[in-house]
């Protein structure tokens, strides 16, 4: 138990916010000759201290993690990593294995990005499936840093969001141009969907200031 | 020399990356019975080699380092200071002083946010005005982590801009709905203002995809 909450810990220092946090999830494809691995980008959600993720079906991760029980989430700066990861199949030598062994069990070889700086390791712990939604309650299992001058970013669409509102509040205070107020508006739901506590009272202090 | 170039190296690490990133700047107001300070968020643009403010007359930021040669920028993901320091005055008793002692001169009080979790120092090297901007050249003197456990967090707009371009290219896939097109073209300017080399080509491979 202390051992989940020091791992829920790292994972936090690492990125994994309360929110919705983006990541690249490294996952095993089904297994052929050779083991093989998929990279997406995917967000995961920190509510109530339960951690999850709501795949959709049709995606490779949907398939691939209805079926195994470990995967990796990558943490990285690059951009270029989310672009390729979200739209192309990354080619094989652009993952690498990180040996996990269960108790009592076979050990584990859970793909992982060689380029992300750091990786959280993750297990399935429970898993409900819909017509075409899979929540699966996940874990962290191991935290590993893999670029130590870069050991943590958090990508986190509702901080982005605030940090969009106060550039657009502070045009709307030079210019009086209502257009900013439309944007504003259309950024309060990922601030609310996306965002930490924290977050959502940002932004009620750009609202104030918007009415006041 | 080399000092210089490890101090850039270093600030990298705390988020000053290339590209402009945001941060919450404190300034010393102009000299009353007691120091007082100044806190708001700014733009740090980091180009060919170069750091440079772009500062626009009227601005508390503009006033103050016109006048004073040393400030902060202070790092930190607590969207709230961010909201508050744009649009209201913080109480003095949220700054503390950092002294910064330079070559055969008094040493310098320069304000930092207590509630920050690093603080890069920074020299104004080289100030050119014109009618409504003031460009000031600056290079940072030291870096300080306040919070150990929060050691770096990088603001960039164009990083952001590119993980928001993701999610409108995957949804605009799904739906087909040319809504996902504007959002996506409006990202683009921000991208290339605010992004790194990487941003740029990451955000070239999302239209590449738009347009085959």
Known sequence: MENGTLLKAKAEKFGLTEGITEWILTTKNAAGEEISANAAPIGII??????????????????????????????????VLYAESAFYDLDENRFEYREYQPQAMPAERIPVLKEADCVIL?????????????????????????????????INR??????????????????????????????????????????????????????G
């Open 46 to 79: 920190q509510k109530n201290g339960k951690i999850c993720l709501r795949l959709f079906k049709g995606s490779k991760t949907f398939e691939n993690l209805r079926r195994e029980e470990y995967f990796a989430a990558n943490v990285t700066d690059d951009t």
């Open 158 to 211: 509702g901080i982005n969001a605030v940090i969009e509102a106060c550039v657009h509040m502070t045009r709307y205070e030079l210019t009086k141009d209502r257009a900013y107020i439309d944007k504003i508006n259309q950024l309060q739901e990922i601030v609310f969907k996306c965002g930490r506590k924290r977050d959502r009272e940002a932004f009620e202090i750009i609202m104030k200031r918007l009415q």
């Open 122 to 154: 993750f297990r399935c712990a429970d898993r409900n499936e819909t017509n075409e939604l899979l929540i699966i309650e996940i874990e962290p299992i191991d935290c590993m840093i893999q670029n130590a001058d870069k050991p943590g970013f958090v």
